[in-house]
C-alpha cells in the first residue's frame, strides 16, 4: 500500500517537472518527503535538530536548483535522500569543532551505557534505556555506515530506501549495499554491547 | 523484503533494525520546516515554462497515469483548442475582409464619383459641340458643323442616332452626298429612333440625298413616305420636293401626267403650309416661284454653284397648266393676306 502511494506521488511529481511547474514539484516533494529527509539528517548529525533543519532545508534548495533536470530515473525519495547523504556526509566532514564536541560527548555516554547490563528481552530492547545506548552507538559508527543504516532503516517502513536504491545513490551494486547494510548493523551492535571497538 | 532481511542480517541483527525503525518514530519534524523550505525554495525555482499548456499537462499526465485517460474531457479539450486557434484567425479573416470591403466600397466610392464627374463632363462637351454645330451650320461652314455632330455621336450612344441624321444634313448641304448617303443607309441602318419623327426626318434627308445623286425614284420613294405618313413637320417640304422630282421626271420624258403629278404635289404642300398659317402658304408659294427662276439668274448655292437639284423647278417653265395654276394660287394668297 505504502509503494503504490509512493508511486502515485512520484507520478505526480514527474508529470508537474515535465510540464515545468516546478512550484507544484517542490510542494509535492515537500509535503511528501520532509518527514523522511529531517530524520535521516537529525539522526546522520547525533540527533541535532537545529543543524538537521539547516541541512533540510538545504538538501530542498538543491532540490530546486536541479528539479528541471529530475526525471523518471530515480524516485523521488532517491534523489532527495542522494541529496541529503552528500550533504550531511559534508556537514560532519566541515564541522571539526562539532566533531570534537561529540566525541567528548559520546564518553560520557558511553561511561553511562556501560555502567547498563545488556538487552535481555524484546521489553527491554524497545526499553528507553535501550534506544537510548543505540542512539549513542549510532553518533560512534562511521558517518557512511551511519547514513547507509539511516537509508534503510530510518523512516520507519514507509520511509525507508530499498537496498537497489541505497546502491545507486551510493554508486555501488546491490550486494555491495548488502554488505554494508549488514557489516555497519553488526558494528552497531558492537558498540551497543562492548562499547565501540 | 522483511523476510530477504531476516535471512540477509540474521535473527541477531533484527533488534537493531527494530531500534532504528523506533529512533526514526521518535523524531517529530518542526512544524515551520514545511513553510521554511517552500518560501525559500520557490526563489530558487527555474523558470516555468510556459510551452507546456494545461491541455498538454492532461495528455502528459494521462500517459503516466496520473489522471485518468481523458474520454469526453479530452473531446472538450480539443474543441475548445479548435476554438482558440481558429477564432482568432476567423476574427483576423473577418477583419480583413471588412477591410477589402470598405477599400472595395471606397474605390467604387471613387468610381461612381468619377463616373459622375466624367458624365458631367461629357454634357458639357456635348452641349459645346452642339451649339459649336449649330453655329458653323448658320454660318455655312457645313464641314466643322458635320465634324462636330460626329464627335457627339460618338460620346454619347444615346444621341447617336440624331446627331448622325445632323451630321448627314451637314454632309449633304457640304454637296457631299456620297458621304450624306452612307451615313444614312450605313451608319443608323440598324438603330432605331425613340421619335418617329426622326425617322421621317432621315427619310427626308435620304431622299434629299438621292434627289441630288439623280437618284429620282428612290428620292421618290424616300419623300412619299414622309408626305404619306400623316401629319408631321416635314410634310410641307416633303410634298414640294415630291413636285421638283416630277417636274424633273417631265424634263426628261415630256410626259403631261409628270406636270399634272408635280401640281397636285405643290398644291398638297401649300396646303399643307395653309394648315399652320397664312404666311407660311404665301412663303411657301413665293419658295415655288423662286424655283421655277432660271438658274442664271439665282445667286450661288451652297455649294459653290447656282445649281441645286431640291430647287428645281425650271423644267416648268412654259408649261401653260403650271404656270396658270401657279398665279391663281398667287392671287388667292393675295386675297387672303
Redesign the interface.
Known amino acids: 500500500m505504502a509503494e503504490v502511494h509512493r508511486e502515485?506521488i512520484d507520478?505526480?511529481i514527474?508529470?508537474s517537472t515535465?510540464?515545468?511547474?516546478?512550484?507544484r514539484t517542490?510542494?509535492l516533494l515537500?509535503?511528501t518527503y520532509?518527514?523522511t529527509v529531517?530524520?535521516y539528517c537529525?539522526?546522520m548529525l547525533n540527533g541535532d535538530?537545529a543543524l538537521a533543519?539547516d541541512v533540510?532545508?538545504q538538501v530542498?534548495?538543491e532540490?530546486?536548483?536541479g528539479?528541471?533536470e529530475f526525471r523518471k530515473e530515480s524516485s523521488a525519495k532517491t534523489w532527495l535522500l542522494a541529496i541529503a547523504h552528500n550533504l550531511a556526509l559534508r556537514e560532519m566532514q566541515t564541522r571539526g569543532r562539532r566533531a570534537r564536541l561529540l566525541d567528548t560527548h559520546s564518553a560520557e555516554v558511553t561511561a553511562h551505557v556501560h555502567s547498563a547490563p545488556a538487552?535481555e528481552s524484546?521489553s527491554e530492547?524497545?526499553s528507553q534505556e535501550?534506544?537510548r545506548r543505540?542512539?549513542w552507538a549510532?553518533g560512534q559508527l562511521e558517518p557512511a555506515e551511519r547514513s547507509i543504516?539511516?537509508m534503510r532503516?530510518?523512516?520507519?517502513?514507509r520511509?525507508e530506501l530499498?537496498a537497489a536504491e541505497i546502491a545507486q545513490i551510493l554508486g555501488v551494486s546491490r550486494a555491495a549495499t548488502?554488505r554494508q547494510?549488514?557489516e555497519a548493523?553488526?558494528q552497531?551492535?558492537r558498540i551497543?554491547i562492548h562499547g565501540g571497538g | 523484503m522483511e523476510g530477504d532481511e531476516r535471512e540477509e542480517y540474521g535473527e541477531e541483527l533484527q533488534d537493531v533494525i527494530e531500534g532504528l525503525r523506533s529512533l526514526a518514530r521518535g523524531v517529530e519534524t518542526p512544524p515551520a520546516l514545511l513553510a521554511k523550505v517552500l518560501t525559500r525554495g520557490e526563489c530558487l525555482l527555474p523558470p516555468q515554462r510556459r510551452s507546456m499548456g494545461w491541455w498538454r499537462k492532461v495528455v502528459m499526465a494521462s500517459r503516466r497515469g496520473v489522471v485518468a485517460p481523458p474520454g469526453w474531457g479530452l473531446a472538450f479539450a480539443s474543441a475548445c483548442l479548435v476554438l482558440l486557434c481558429v477564432g482568432p484567425t476567423i476574427v483576423t479573416l473577418r477583419g480583413a475582409v471588412a477591410k477589402l470591403q470598405a477599400k472595395l466600397e471606397a474605390v467604387e466610392e471613387r468610381e461612381r464619383g468619377a463616373l459622375e464627374h466624367e458624365r458631367q463632363l461629357t454634357n458639357i462637351v456635348i452641349k459645346q459641340a452642339d451649339r459649336l454645330g449649330r453655329a458653323n451650320f448658320e454660318l455655312g461652314r457645313y464641314e466643322e458643323s458635320e465634324e462636330s455632330y460626329w464627335q457627339i455621336a460618338e460620346r454619347n450612344p444615346q444621341l447617336q442616332y440624331d446627331y448622325l441624321i445632323k451630321a448627314a444634313t451637314a454632309a449633304w448641304y457640304a454637296c457631299d452626298y456620297q458621304k450624306s448617303r452612307d451615313i444614312l443607309e450605313e451608319r443608323i441602318k440598324d438603330k432605331q429612333s425613340s421619335e418617329s419623327s426622326k425617322d421621317l426626318l432621315r427619310h427626308f434627308v435620304l431622299g434629299s440625298v438621292y434627289h441630288s445623286l439623280g437618284d429620282l425614284d428612290t428620292a421618290m420613294h424616300q419623300y412619299k413616305i414622309v408626305a404619306e405618313s400623316g401629319e408631321n413637320e416635314y410634310r410641307e417640304a416633303a410634298w414640294f420636293n415630291v413636285g421638283v422630282v416630277y417636274a424633273l421626271k417631265y424634263k426628261k420624258s415630256k410626259d403631261e401626267k409628270e406636270v399634272a403629278q408635280s401640281i397636285a404635289a405643290l398644291e398638297e404642300s401649300i396646303k399643307e403650309a395653309s394648315l399652320r398659317s397664312r404666311a407660311q402658304s404665301a412663303e411657301r408659294i413665293r419658295k415655288i416661284q423662286e424655283a421655277r427662276k432660271p438658274f442664271d439668274q439665282r445667286p450661288l448655292n451652297k455649294c459653290g454653284d447656282q445649281y441645286h437639284a431640291t430647287q428645281d423647278l425650271t423644267p416648268l417653265i412654259g408649261v401653260s397648266a403650271f404656270t396658270e395654276w401657279l398665279n391663281q394660287k398667287q392671287v388667292l394668297s393675295q386675297m387672303s393676306l
Do not use: N, S
Request: hydrophobic share 45%; proline share 3%.
Open positions: 502515485c507520478r505526480q514527474q508529470a515535465v510540464a515545468g511547474d516546478y512550484r517542490l510542494e515537500a509535503r520532509l518527514d529531517f530524520h537529525c539522526r535538530r533543519e533540510t532545508q530542498f534548495e532540490a530546486c536548483k528539479i528541471a538487552p524484546e530492547v524497545l535501550w534506544l543505540l542512539h549510532l543504516l539511516m532503516f530510518g523512516g520507519e517502513r520511509g530499498p548488502y547494510l549488514k548493523l553488526a552497531l551492535k551497543m
